[in-house]
C-alpha cells in the first residue's frame, strides 16, 4: 500500500466534508438520510479534521469536547 501523508490525509478528509454538505441536502429532502444523521455524520467529518491538524477548524471550536473523569 502508497504511503499517505498526513497532509494528503488531511486533504481528503477536507474534502469528504465538503462534499457532505453539497451533497447531504439533497439526501434529507430526498428522504434517503435523516436530519439529524446528516448532522451527526458532518460532526464527525469535522472532529476528523480537528484530530487530523490538531488545530481548530476555521477559526471554530468543536461543539462538544469530551471531558475526562478521573481515573482513581
Known sequence: ???VT???QIAEAQRELQMRRN???GWVSGGRLAKDQAEHRIACQEA???SLTGKEYHGEKPKQQAVQGKLF
Open 6 to 8: 498526513l497532509r494528503q
Open 23 to 25: 451533497v447531504y441536502p
Open 48 to 50: 476528523i479534521i480537528l
Open 1 to 3: 500500500m502508497k504511503q
